[in-house]
């Protein structure tokens, strides 16, 4: 952090505001210390940053103010009505800035993504704090910076004028992901934080969860998940994502019991590629889980990794990625991935879903090594149709193995399309719908339908392959 005391650049005119009633400027926030959080929805990194803003916010109140700079890497993020629904998403309480021309970016010098600029309560830009993780390196300033505030008689006037716009009732809220099963499908209702098993036709079965947010073992009605994600089927268990925990829970599906089996409720950050105590490993908003011959593999995205799971073991360990968010295949130690965020299990070969890179990856078990399929780095990124190289994506979340068709389904997020890739060719091509989508992020098959996570929808699709016609399943008890 620097001690100079530059005047911070007024925010322009022309931004579009989101949580506020009326534009806000810097200089009305005078006596408040301000934080500038650049941000973009996408990135992992940003989302972990939104739970250290959250706690500094409740410990000191109106004293002050944070506004997110919403600065969108990918052109769907660009759309003000989709920050929107990634503000509600996220459960984002503070003003946000929407900036896609990176005006502010550059007028403050921003080089990355998260980024937070502080502000004391006189208006002069303090410095600027990188990257996540810096909750108690913002916290010790903000208190510093206070002080100094309430020794010169500085104080706020007037409270902020926030304002929300929620979305409308629904039986779900962001769904997340979805996987099917010959007589049953689940449902990772993730705005509502519980598991949802239901019937093909959307019939609720039972329900697992409480509704709130939180890290709690009982019973279905008792445990609580947090913002769960992806699921697989194990014998007489159903393993969950639990993204928010940073936790691998498991449901015993006879009984309804909720345990977790990996995980301590807080996220870690590189501390270990081996572990022989999985409640004791820190993981890393784990996103997507795909299991074959007794390994659990998971697609750990907060830490651009993918990990395997020993299950008669009981042992955790990095299988795949440098930790280093990038494309680049080779060996699974030194590849580097980005995000993966979707895993499909084939033979011998696990496919994954590579969200910041637009890249569909596979991971080659026998001889340990990562191949790129689609995609070609971090910034190359559209929606063009073709093989291999030649296709692009925005952004996917989602696989599914299609082994009757001999294709991977894709959720193509970003495009809000469904995609095949032909696993012969690697031709990417995309399906037409009668419904629209809008950032579909999970999906799941089996026979001839394919269950679509219609996420931004608060809805559940059932396309049937053979007709490519969809349908939207009434979830009800």
């Known amino acids: 952090m620097s001690d100079a005391r530059i005047r911070a650049p007024e925010l322009p005119a022309d931004l579009q505001w989101f949580n506020t009633s009326r534009p806000l400027r810097l200089e009305e926030l005078r006596g408040r210390v301000v934080l500038l959080d650049f941000w973009t929805y996408c990135c992992i990194n940003c989302m972990h940053v939104l739970s250290d803003l959250k706690f500094l916010e409740e410990k000191y109140g109106e004293r002050l103010a944070v506004i997110g700079l919403h600065s969108p890497k990918f052109p769907n993020e660009r759309v003000g009505a989709q920050l929107q629904k990634a503000i509600n998403r996220y459960h984002i309480r503070h003003p946000v800035a929407h900036d896609p021309r990176f005006q502010v970016w550059r007028s403050y010098a921003i080089k990355a993504w998260p980024s937070i600029l502080v502000i004391d309560a006189e208006g002069h830009a303090v410095g600027v704090m990188r990257g996540e993780g810096r909750r108690q390196q913002l916290d010790e300033l903000i208190g510093k910076?206070?002080?100094?505030?309430?020794?010169?008689?500085?104080?706020?006037?007037?409270?902020?004028?926030?304002?929300?716009?929620?979305?409308?009732?629904?039986?779900?809220?962001?769904?997340?992901?979805?996987?099917?099963?010959?007589?049953?499908?689940?449902?990772?209702?993730?705005?509502?934080?519980?598991?949802?098993?239901?019937?093909?036709?959307?019939?609720?079965?039972?329900?697992?969860?409480?509704?709130?947010?939180?890290?709690?073992?009982?019973?279905?009605?008792?445990?609580?998940?947090?913002?769960?994600?992806?699921?697989?089927?194990?014998?007489?268990?159903?393993?969950?994502?639990?993204?928010?925990?940073?936790?691998?829970?498991?449901?015993?599906?006879?009984?309804?019991?909720?345990?977790?089996?990996?995980?301590?409720?807080?996220?870690?950050?590189?501390?270990?590629?081996?572990?022989?105590?999985?409640?004791?490993?820190?993981?890393?908003?784990?996103?997507?889980?795909?299991?074959?011959?007794?390994?659990?593999?998971?697609?750990?995205?907060g830490q651009h990794q993918v990990w395997a799971f020993q299950l008669a073991r009981r042992t955790l360990e990095v299988l795949a990625g440098s930790g280093r968010e990038d494309l680049v295949d080779g060996a699974l130690s030194s590849a580097a991935l980005a995000q993966p965020s979707g895993l499909a299990m084939g033979e011998g070969k696990l496919y994954l879903a590579d969200a910041e890179t637009s890249?569909?990856?596979?991971?080659?078990?026998?001889?340990?090594?990562?191949?790129?399929?689609?995609?070609?780095?971090?910034?190359?990124?559209?929606?063009?149709?073709?093989?291999?190289?030649?296709?692009?994506?925005?952004?996917?979340?989602?696989?599914?193995?299609?082994?009757?068709?001999?294709?991977?389904?894709?959720?193509?997020?970003?495009?809000?399309?469904?995609?095949?890739?032909?696993?012969?060719?690697?031709?990417?091509?995309?399906?037409?719908?009668s419904l629209p989508l809008n950032e579909p992020g999970g999906l799941h098959g089996v026979g001839d339908s394919l269950f679509v996570a219609d996420t931004n929808h608060h809805r559940i699709l059932r396309i049937d392959l053979k007709q490519a016609q969809a349908e939207i399943l009434d979830i009800h008890e």
Not at 387 to 400: D, K, M, N, S
């Open 145 to 301: 910076l206070l002080g100094e505030a309430e020794r010169k008689g500085l104080q706020p006037h007037g409270r902020l004028p926030l304002r929300m716009q929620p979305e409308e009732r629904a039986s779900l809220s962001f769904p997340g992901k979805v996987y099917a099963t010959e007589h049953a499908l689940y449902i990772a209702d993730t705005g509502r934080n519980r598991i949802l098993e239901t019937y093909h036709d959307g019939t609720i079965r039972r329900v697992f969860g409480s509704n709130t947010a939180g890290f709690l073992d009982g019973n279905q009605q008792e445990a609580a998940f947090d913002s769960p994600q992806g699921m697989v089927r194990v014998d007489d268990f159903l393993f969950v994502a639990d993204t928010g925990n940073h936790a691998i829970r498991r449901i015993q599906l006879k009984h309804g019991e909720v345990e977790t089996f990996a995980g301590t409720g807080e996220q870690g950050r590189y501390v270990g590629s081996y572990f022989d105590k999985p409640r004791e490993a820190p993981l890393n908003s784990p996103w997507d889980l795909a299991y074959a011959d007794g390994v659990l593999y998971v697609a750990m995205a």
């Open 359 to 433: 890249a569909i990856r596979v991971i080659d078990l026998e001889p340990g090594m990562v191949r790129t399929l689609v995609g070609k780095g971090l910034f190359e990124f559209g929606d063009v149709d073709g093989a291999g190289t030649e296709a692009r994506l925005q952004h996917p979340l989602g696989l599914y193995l299609d082994e009757a068709r001999n294709c991977l389904w894709i959720s193509d997020t970003y495009n809000s399309k469904i995609k095949a890739m032909a696993l012969s060719s690697n031709k990417v091509s995309s399906m037409g719908l």
